[in-house]
Every structure is written in C-alpha cells, then in structure tokens.
C-alpha cells in the first residue's frame, strides 16, 4: 500500500512540473506557427481560434493537459487524503479544471476576432468558465484543508497565492471584456500568464507538501 501511494505521489510531482513546464514551452512552440501571434496582447485561447493552422497541436496538448491534471489530482487524493476529509473534493477541483480548460476548450475553438459567436465558441467560454471557478475554488478550498491553527505557514502561502492570483484575473478580465485599448490594460496575455504562473508556484508548495508526506 506504502509503495503504491509513493508511486502515485512521485508521478503527480512528475506530472505537476511538466504541467508547469509545459504550460509555457507548449504555447511557445505552438505560437512560432501563427504568425499574428503576440503572447503579450492575446489570450492563450487565440491559439486554437477557429481556422488556426497550428489548431492540431493545440488539441494533442490539450489531451496531453487534462491528462497530466487527472494525474496530478489522483496523486494529491493519495497523499493527503489523511489529512482531511475535503481533500477528495479539491482534488476534484483540479480533475474539473484539467477536463474543461483541456478537453473543454481545446477542442471547441473561440471565433477569430471580429467575428460572430459561434457555437463552439460558445461552448468554449462555457467550459472556461466552469474551469477557472474550479481553479480558483481549489486554494479556497486548501484552506480549510489546512486551517490556520493547523497549519499557519502554509495557510499563510495559500491566502497570499489566491489574492494576488485574483489581483492579476481582474486585470485579465477587464482587458478581456472592456476592450481597453491604452495602458495596462491592453495586455491580456501578461496578466493571464500572471496568474497561472502564481498558481504553479503554490503547486509546487503544495507538490513540496506531497514529498513530504513520503518521509512521515
């Protein structure tokens, strides 16, 4: 039982860094083929935009993506699952988020800009959506997993992830949807990247927590 909750511990670090590596690598590579791209003022749904000639690619990442966050969220089930009874809820949480912002929106591409709503569009901000309450549900969730008195150290890390995470969302919202055209906000595509990037940072504290538990 021990050896295969080690197994399933070190594969959901594995899977974690190569979420976080792959994250970045994987739109870096799939961008240098579409020439309009410009990572600083364009979401990365633009990638796989309606008629996208790199919209294969997009797709076989997007498999690989929910794939490695159902392994990731199996692995954080197994390894602190003793810990509290909620910690199979916010592993849900995750195997939600991989599913929709993976499958959900990979496979359903956004229309071109200027263009009318089509249905897989629609679908896709469905999905994107319920993604990203999942996403941000998780650190929320975490805290109560690891209450204050509990845990203050990283109870104190969680609370700090969320907020500045939210912080950057709001800026990524308000570029996405009000269309400013000057300052700040014209740069969705940094403020998206701002905030999954703080999410993997408190991924890896948590991938940290989840060695941890091997030595207990």
């Not at 739109?27 to 309606?50: H, Q």
């Not at 959506?129 to 990283?154: C, E, H, Q, W, Y």
């Not at 500045?164 to 009000?178: D, E, G, Q």
Request: proline share 4%; hydrophobic share 50%; with cysteine.
């Amino acid at each position: 039982m021990e050896k295969e909750r080690s197994v399933w511990v070190k594969s959901g670090v594995v899977s974690l860094s190569l979420i976080c590596v792959g994250e970045f690598l994987s739109e870096y590579l799939i961008g240098k083929g579409l020439p309009d791209y410009d990572w600083r003022y364009l979401s990365i749904s633009y990638l796989g935009k309606e008629g996208s000639p790199v919209l294969a690619e997009v797709k076989i990442w997007a498999v690989l993506f929910t794939l490695l966050y159902l392994v990731f969220s199996f692995s954080l089930y197994k390894s602190l699952n003793k810990r509290s009874p909620l910690i199979k809820y916010a592993a849900c949480l995750l195997a939600i988020y991989g599913i929709c912002e993976g499958l959900g929106s990979g496979f359903f591409p956004i229309n071109a800009p200027g263009t009318p709503l089509t249905q897989d569009a629609f679908i896709h901000n469905i999905f994107g959506a319920i993604g990203d309450t999942a996403f941000f549900s998780f650190p929320v969730l975490m805290l109560f997993v690891f209450p204050r008195k509990v845990n203050p150290g990283f109870h104190k890390f969680t609370f700090i992830c969320l907020v500045i995470a939210l912080v950057f969302c709001s800026f990524f919202l308000i570029a996405k949807y009000l269309h400013i055209t000057h300052g700040i906000f014209t740069y969705r595509g940094i403020w998206q990247r701002a905030f999954l990037f703080t999410f993997y940072i408190y991924f890896f504290g948590i991938g940290k927590m989840m060695l941890n538990t091997l030595t207990e």
